[in-house]
């Protein structure tokens, strides 16, 4: 991740600058958050549709530790917060506010609750990566954190704080160079994760086995 963080701030340094910048809500189709189903935790189920909270997002990583699920039922009433491959994640509220991924595709489906927002670029993929690593970036960061710490109730960013949040847009070119670099790396790190999750179920089948002699 080090290595793509060195590439991205090669590819666009100085991109406030050398980049138009324009809002976000211009380059996405939806910019939005969800709820959290009647009966909050206790209504959460082993099995089902992933719903995604703020746990579950960190800057450039998706944590499933903590990933909750619901039923069908309960996720027809969220249809309007449907996830799609490649959406980013974005945490609104409390102390991850700003936290910001891309959701991996074994999550699907899914929805999110209502300190998650989900940004849908129109472009995809590519587009995706760029956003995500330029919301994470530092001087994005801080402003971000600027905007939640502007109101009078708690740290929060609103859908109209967000989309209106401009991002400097590089040339396709840049951008589809970016974004083939990031889709290799990501690849790579789902599949790393796949692996490491898939042998964590079998230890854990393993040691049940045990106990249970």
Not at 27 to 54: D, E, H, M, Q
Not at 163 to 173: K, Q, T
Request: aromatic share 8%; net charge neutral; proline share 4%.
């Amino acid at each position: 991740m080090a290595t793509l963080s060195a590439i991205y701030n090669n590819l666009f340094a100085d991109a406030e600058i050398r980049f138009p910048k324009v809002p976000l809500q211009k380059i996405c189709s939806k910019i939005s958050s969800g709820a959290t189903p009647k009966g909050g935790k206790t209504a959460y189920i082993s099995k089902g549709v992933s719903l995604i909270r703020s746990t579950n997002v960190f800057n450039f990583n998706f944590e499933y530790g903590e990933l909750a699920h619901i039923t069908q039922n309960q996720a027809d009433a969220l249809s309007n917060v449907i996830v799609e491959p490649y959406d980013v994640l974005f945490n609104i509220t409390g102390v991850s506010i700003a936290r910001c991924c891309m959701v991996p595709a074994d999550v699907l489906p899914a929805r999110v609750n209502q300190h998650v927002m989900i940004v849908r670029p129109i472009m995809g993929e590519v587009m995706s990566y760029y956003i995500m690593f330029t919301l994470c970036s530092t001087g994005n960061k801080g402003k971000l954190l600027g905007i939640s710490q502007s109101g009078s109730t708690r740290e929060a960013i609103n859908k109209q704080e967000l989309e209106s949040f401009e991002i400097p847009i590089p040339d396709e070119a840049t951008l589809n160079q970016f974004g083939l670099l990031s889709k290799n790396l990501y690849e790579n790190i789902y599949t790393n994760v796949k692996e490491i999750r898939t042998l964590d179920e079998v230890k854990k089948v393993l040691l049940g086995q045990l106990s249970s002699h």
